[in-house]
């Protein structure tokens, strides 16, 4: 589960995504979008006058995970990327295979 915390002037907005690719943006505690995604999607909402949008999309290069820009009216307020590094995840993938292949061995 990827929970992130963005603040703009006075409002608290919060990005929740779980491992089955459901995403829910509140405002101020309040939910104003839910969408499922696997490789990132485009959540707009409107408070008072002004339009929110919270992008989000699947970065693959160094890392393996998620980039989520904030705008307000347009202008980009802040982007924040999560993620494990991609040489962490296949060192791990390989560990596992190992370890399978000594218990089958085993019996």
Known sequence: ???LDFTVGE???TFYNND???ETVTYNGKVVSEKTSVFGTRHEFTVDEDTYELITSLVINSTI???TQLRKNGRLQEEKTTGQSLLHLVIGIAALAILIEVFR???
């Open 11 to 13: 409002a608290a907005i």
């Open 65 to 67: 995970g998620l980039k």
């Open 20 to 22: 089955w690719g459901k």
């Open 105 to 107: 061995s085993l019996f």
């Open 1 to 3: 589960m990827t929970t």
